[in-house]
Every structure is written in C-alpha cells, then in structure tokens.
C-alpha cells in the first residue's frame, strides 16, 4: 500500500519541478494550462462513483472528502472519526486528490502569463501553486496514516485562494472586466463560506457540505476561467 504513496509523491515532485522548469514556454503551456484546470470536472465525477461505492453509509453533507481517501474500514480510524469508515475505492480517491492539486498547480504556473504581470500578480500565481500543492499532500498523506500531517499540510488550502482571486480580479478590472467580476464573486463566496465553516461547531451547520463548497466554488472558477482566457485567447 505504501509503495502506491511513495509513487504519488515521487510523481507529484517530478510533474512540478518540469512544470516549473517550462514555466516560460509561453507559445506550448498556455493551452496545456487550459487543459489542466478544466480536467478539474473529472474530479465531481470520480468522487460520486467512490461514495457509491463506500460499504458503509456515507453521508456528503457531514463527512469531509477525506474520508473517502481512509484506507482501513472501522470505527475511530483518525482522531475525528468517531463513526464507521470503509471506502473500498480509497486509494482511487487519494490518486483523484493528487492528481487534482497537481492539475491545479500546473494551471496556476502555466496561466500567470494571462493575468497582467506584477508584483502582485505573482504573488497571487505563488498562492494558487501552493494551493496545488496543499491538494495533492491530502491524496499522498491519508487521514488515518497521519492524521496531523494530514491537517497541517491541508491548511493552506482553506486560506491562499482568496487573497489570489482579489488580486487576480483587481487585475483583470479592466482588460476583461466579466472574468473580475466572475471572480470577485467567487472570492466573496469562498469568505462567506469560510465563515460558516469557522461556526459549524457553534450552530451545527453541514460541515461536509460547506467544505465541498469551498473547494468546489474554487475548482468552478478555474473551469469557467480557463474557458473563458482560451476562448478570448483564440
């Protein structure tokens, strides 16, 4: 089992060092950007067919998302997990995690040409690349192998993307005025749902359903964004 671990890593690492060594090949990335963050829709359909396969009930609303990657079946399999866990199709999921963070991080180096180059700008590419990274850590560090490096390095991915959307929609103000206010809003629903999530505990709130939301309004926007620069880039 392990092995299938060390390899995620060991790809992750060598796709985002190539990555980052073509990051300037602007005339060949560009549309391979394109690619990566819209093969984000492959991951609503591979998570689906994991929860029905789980041998145990699984409910979207309350559980998070790596409970699908837990590798054993029981009760108490990681810290938080007072309830029963098996998902036969764990390692598919971790893989889909991996995978997702790597998409997402090809994307955001590969597509910093598109945005109007600054400071900031690349602040806010440093922030999303991050955000990759944070992501796919979640499929090669399972909750019940290591649940607080599980947590640790998932973090970030809660925080980094909001202050890269502002930016990134400041930039696009003026030069594509429906991709800012696109992503404007989705920077104002990623601290709305933030929020929520921060008084779960206090009003019971689906907590699984609003971790789905603040990953998912993200992996929306880079669909909808990909789309949008390829269509305007032709």
Known sequence: MFLSYFL???LAIIIFCVAFI?????????KIGFISWISLIIYFIIE??????TTTPYDYLVQPMSDLGVTTCGSGT??????EICSPYHLL??????????????????LHQCWNDSKLTRVATALLVTYGISYTT???????????????LALPGMFVQIPALLIIGRSMRIRMPKLSLWTFTC????????????????IGLPGGLLQRMLY??????????AIMLWKSSK
């Open 8 to 10: 995620m890593a060991f």
């Open 22 to 30: 073509y990051r300037r090949k602007y005339a060949v990335i560009k």
């Open 48 to 53: 689906y067919f994991v929860i029905r396969a």
């Open 78 to 83: 990681y810290v938080l997990a007072t309830y």
């Open 93 to 110: 999921m971790n893989w889909t995690f991996t995978f997702t963070g790597i998409v997402i991080f090809v994307g955001a180096l590969f």
């Open 138 to 152: 979640s499929g090669i560090v399972p909750a019940d192998i290591s649940f607080l490096w599980h947590t640790l």
């Open 187 to 202: 920077a104002l629903i990623n601290i709305s749902i933030l929020i929520l999530l921060f008084l779960q505990p206090f």
């Open 216 to 225: 998912g309004s993200v992996y929306l926007w880079m669909i909808i964004t």
